[in-house]
């Protein structure tokens, strides 16, 4: 469907993505809780749902265009659950370069960091990836051919096992 995702709760920073998208033609699907959005102006593009978990919550991402993510810049990791489960449903994503999210995304390859707090960096983005839609594809694909090589339970095992072996 024609719509961008932005799940979480988490140290999300929902004032920058609010000005982002605020008058693109394109609505913004967004699944929080009631206090991260609490006095925020909510631009007539969004839709604001909460405590959608399950099934409904990976509906709204299978059908979603992509997924943006913008975070706070906190010393605290967040963001790494929306962040796998963009890559095993081969979503493109937009998120903030902060702590934990570097350790998965390759800017450009599988994803698109971007900085904190920046509404035009992050409506540059968003505007590249909707006048773009092969990078769409190509962001994706590559999503899910990283989470199948390097985070998939066959590697964590192996892993595991790996370290075992080594003590």
């Known amino acids: 469907e ?10 999300r920073d929902y004032a920058t993505l609010f000005e982002a998208v605020k008058d693109l033609d394109i609505k913004v699907v967004v699944i929080t809780k009631p206090f991260n959005i609490k006095g925020l102006k909510i631009p007539e593009n969004v839709e604001v749902y909460f405590d959608i978990y399950g099934e ?3 509906q709204f991402l299978w059908k979603s ?5 913008s975070l706070d810049d906190v010393e605290v990791s967040s963001g790494q659950m929306v962040l796998l489960d963009c890559l095993l449903y081969g979503k493109a994503l937009i998120i903030t370069h902060a702590c934990g999210t570097v350790d998965y995304i ?8 971007v900085s904190a707090h920046n509404s035009k960096i992050l409506r540059e983005n968003i505007l590249y990836l909707l006048e773009h839609p092969d990078e769409i594809s190509r962001i994706g694909e590559n999503a899910r051919r990283t989470v199948s090589e390097k985070y998939s339970m066959l590697q964590f095992a192996k892993k595991v ?7």
Do not use: A, E, H
């Not at 265009?65 to 993510?69: D, H």
């Open 65 to 69: 265009k992509f997924v943006v993510v």
């Open 106 to 113: 390759i800017n450009g390859k599988d994803g698109l960091l």
């Open 161 to 167: 096992s790996d370290l075992i072996s080594s003590v």
């Open 2 to 11: 024609n719509y961008i995702f932005s799940p979480g709760t988490s140290n």
């Open 56 to 58: 409904q919550y990976r």
